[in-house]
């Protein structure tokens, strides 16, 4: 007979068992790739380019609000500053896109391939699955996504210490921050074809070259202490020379055309399989604990602020990534990742449900759209609107799905329930 002091008998996986695991963990993933490519080839063709452009600004601003949901859902926290990581996202993708395209292909215009949003007027024969520009701009939207995740590791670790109000302060403070850092960029820089006397004055020239790419610069001269202006060969130049140059107020335009429904079908659908696994994770039990307890977490060994932390990076990286798809789909503009934006943000996560992954992604469709659909009211489409939020927050104040998810039974009893009680019936 068992005692307590023998060990437990590890039993071995079942044949199959691994298979079924790693079945389980790709599927999700190969669909959404699977959803994409529907997107592109099959929706596309039959929508206009307004309609075109109105799906994916659905998705994009599902990753956002998805996004936000791991921190201020799963974790409890209240941050009101998630453009500045959209900012900070699209405007590093976009300047390596831009700058990027000129080393490589001698201008900013887009070398996509049948996946991009826009491609060169060449044959269609001769385009590819996947070119080099999409290379560029893959790699482009992840690192922008990362730059994203580092700016929120230094601005969450010391200020997720703080709770509530304070919190929601410094995050307001952070995304006003990046606005106005960008407003104070140089402009865009334009490159032209110069004489190499100009650009290298008192080398020989190479043979059979006359003219060279450069842009033009500027710097202060040691001597006399005036500005002046210099051109410097594109492939002589300096990433921090010309990087920063996004713009300022003015805005950054110069991007290539690569988002379509394609990418941002893939990555929407990346978003949302993640964080439903992360919530379902030891990791999101974690952020839940300290959503509905954070003492009750400490006490029982939770490191809230690390795994605090650890949500505002993943929802910054995601933000970020969603800023990559913006940067190439519409003009970056300061105006456009100020506070009324965070604020929309939190309307989607707050209109669907704190916590839900599935109600905030209904909650970005109808922000988005609803919108629109009133345009033809003109004056009063604001005032049907606000009034429309107002009535969900006094007949609905925990969102549309409040925290369980689209496909959660005790949902639809909860909606069964509610329905038998209008009409008079006994619930069984």
């Known amino acids: 007979m068992p005692t307590r002091f023998d060990k437990p008998r590890i039993e071995p996986l079942r044949a199959g068992s691994a298979g079924r695991v790693y079945t389980r963990a790709v599927v999700p993933f190969l669909a959404s790739l699977a959803l994409a490519f529907a997107l592109q080839f099959l929706l596309r063709p039959n929508l206009t380019d307004y309609d075109a452009g109105l799906v994916m600004s659905v998705g994009i601003n599902i ?18 500053g998630h453009a500045g990581f959209l900012g900070v996202g699209g405007y590093v993708a976009g300047s390596i896109t831009y700058y990027g395209s000129v080393a490589a292909f001698g201008n900013g215009s887009t070398h996509g391939s049948v996946l991009s949003g826009t491609t060169l007027d060449v044959d ?20 922008g996504g990362l730059v994203a995740a580092g700016v929120g590791y230094v601005v969450g670790l010391p200020s997720l210490r703080l709770r509530g109000d304070y919190l929601a302060i410094v995050t307001l403070g952070f995304g006003e921050i990046v606005r106005v850092v960008i407003q104070r960029t140089g402009n865009v820089l334009k490159p032209q074809m110069i004489s190499w006397d ?11 070259v ?54 941002v079908g893939l990555f929407a659908c990346v978003t949302l399989v993640v964080a439903y696994r992360l919530k379902r994770s030891t990791f999101g039990r974690a952020f839940l604990s300290i959503r509905e307890d954070e003492i009750a977490s400490e006490a029982m060994g939770v490191d809230t602020t690390r795994y605090k932390v650890r949500a505002f990076m993943i929802a910054a990286f995601f933000a970020g990534l969603a800023g990559g798809l913006y940067a190439h789909f519409k003009s970056m503009n300061p105006n456009e ?53 107002i009535l969900m927050m006094i007949f609905r104040p925990q969102g549309l799905l409040g925290v369980r998810e689209v496909w959660d039974p ?19």
């Open 63 to 80: 990753m956002l609000a998805v996004s936000l949901t791991i921190v201020n859902g799963f974790t409890g926290q209240f941050s009101i």
């Open 124 to 143: 269609a024969a001769t385009l590819t699955w996947f070119g080099t520009g999409d290379w560029l701009f893959v790699t482009a939207v992840i690192t």
């Open 198 to 208: 100009q650009v290298h004055p008192g080398l020989p020239h190479p043979a059979g």
């Open 210 to 263: 006359e003219k060279i790419l450069a842009y033009q610069l500027s710097r202060v001269n040691e001597s006399t202490g005036a500005t002046e202006t210099y051109w410097k060969a594109v492939s002589d130049a300096h990433w921090w020379q010309v990087m920063p140059r996004v713009g300022g107020s003015l805005g950054f335009s110069a991007t290539p055309d690569y988002t379509s429904l394609f990418w």
């Open 337 to 389: 990742i100020g506070f009324s934006r965070s604020f929309d943000i939190v309307i989607m996560v707050v209109l669907g449900g704190l916590g839900s992954v599935s109600g905030a992604t209904i909650a970005a469709v109808i922000v988005t759209l609803l919108p629109e659909w009133l345009r033809s009211l003109d004056q009063y489409r604001m005032v049907i609107w606000a009034l429309a939020l």
């Open 410 to 428: 005790a949902l639809w009893r909860s909606v069964r329930g509610l329905f038998s009680r209008s009409k008079g019936v006994p619930r069984a």
